[in-house]
């Protein structure tokens, strides 16, 4: 090996432990008695309470909330993170479709306005799909968490983008072939979008997953609650009343809600990476 | 089987740009017709319009005794091959061939023994079960083939299939082509710009100038007996020598360069002269004589390209002719050489609209 070779891996190898650090002293700390964070602040080697926290946060009603477990809002963020995944997906292939295969008028319009609501995101008009929402009655269900967000501009535009460049004796030899407009998208589109597909269903998971403000003000039952709305409320939790803080618990759901978007990421990366560089056609 | 009527057709875009101004053909059934012309001459369209890919304007086609106009691409009972071949590229050879018979909701049974047939005919039964991408060109244009021939239509549209073939694999393909088409005997309209192509497939050429058809017949008829300027460029290789002359009489003239052999023609116009390189001959009691400037030899044949000094070409530079000699004729460069040719063999036409006079 050279000398820039072995600085490069230096280099390389402190940033990756700068990264990944902070979620390693969190998952140590989350391994502790609460008394010993209370005592000797943030632990860098893990601890013997692995089981007892992550059963009881994971499992027990009341061992994390007053009444819903780890478990339930793991479930309900994933319920979240694949509807709002699924949802983009479909709502914005289908628009795309429409605007690049359908020649009806104001389609360039209707573009741009769909580009264009990009700059309106959901802290803008937080108020307004509070209120037809609240108006339709889906306040606290899932439903009412997932339909104001799936509509998405950029996934309209990627698969505008990437409709475009599918070249047009496709569809001739399609139409040729006797194949309906909906056969035409079912037979060749969507195959062809396969890799797109899976890219933009792994980023819009992650953002799904993450989703605060909306599922804050949405959801006022516990049993609703995502993973991440559950972090917010721990701490809340945890300085009420004169008990001992139960530091390694918030740790712990910190852990637990970052495990599902890492996991998709690693388990997909091929996949993402073809749908961003790859062109199959 | 049945042939293809074209009665008036016309197709002007929403913008005023007219593609196709009036054309009419008769097309019978088993017939292999060529369309071709040069880049942007409106070629493609017509084919397209056939295809229903292109709607029409105005005028009339029809397939058998069906008038077409209103009939969707897939009901024409057409096939097409693309120039990039429009393989889907997430289907297999089979799926591939085997789509449109689904669509039809043919039996599967059905279809296999088809696309089992078809394979076998074209050769690439070997690779029913490869994707497009792990085919090599040659083999990609075999399925795009095979996808129009497993629907049996009653018209096979090629548009320009061949360009994007090696120039060895296009010359087998195209025999390939005419044999199959021979042998299927199905109508077949062929677009192409390349006049080889053109020469060789085609049972009746059609060649097509602005949207028109500017002439239409056997190749050999074109070659021998074209009907304007265009034609005569268009068609034959080595291209036509073309001589700006007038008529003074008695002479064609052009600068110092004066050729017996014509009359009745008109004194007061320009006119072009065309004379094909072979029927050009090197005779020692010729019309002109030329300078040699080139000599390619091309194994078989020699082309002899030499400056006429005395004469001008249409732009106004030094006139250079083309002469087809054999391979023993190798004159050195710079030698002077006297050519003839019968006047009976060359064509004389109006410069300014193209017509031929004689």
Redesign the interface.
Known sequence: MTGSKIITHLILICGAIFMTLPVWVAFASSTHAPETLLREGLQIWPGGHFLETYNEVLFVEGGVMKKVTAMQMLGNSMILGVGFAVGKVVISMLAAYAIVYFRFRLAVPLFWVIFLTLLLPLEVRIIPSYKVVADLGLLDTRAGLIVPLIASATGTFFFRQFFRSV?D??L?????????AW?FFK??LV??S?TMIAAILIIMFVVGWNQYLWPLIMTTKEENYTLVIGIKQIYQVLSEGGELPQFQKAFALTILATLPPVMVVLIFQNWFVKGLVES?? | MSGVKLTGVRKTYPNGAEAIRGVDMDIQSGEMIVFVGPSGCGKSTLLRMVAGLEGISDGEISIGDRVINKVSPSERDVAMVFQNYALYPHMTVRGNMSYGLKNRKMPKAEIDARVEEAAKMLKIDAYLDRQPNQLSGGQRQRVAMGRAIVREPQVFLFDEPLSNLDAKLRVQMRIEIKKLQRRMNVTSIYVTHDQTEAMTLADRLAVINEGRVEQMGAPMELYTNPRTLFVASFIGAPQINLIPVQFDGTHLVNGGLSLAGFADLPRDTDLVLGVRPDTLSVDAGGQFSVRVDLVEQHGGENLIYGGVTAAKDAEGEELEICLKADKEMLPSIDDSLTLGFDPATAFVFRKDTGERLK
């Open positions: 070249p004796e496709l001739e030899a399609a139409r040729l072939d006797g194949a309906t056969g037979d060749i195959p062809l396969k199959e056609k």
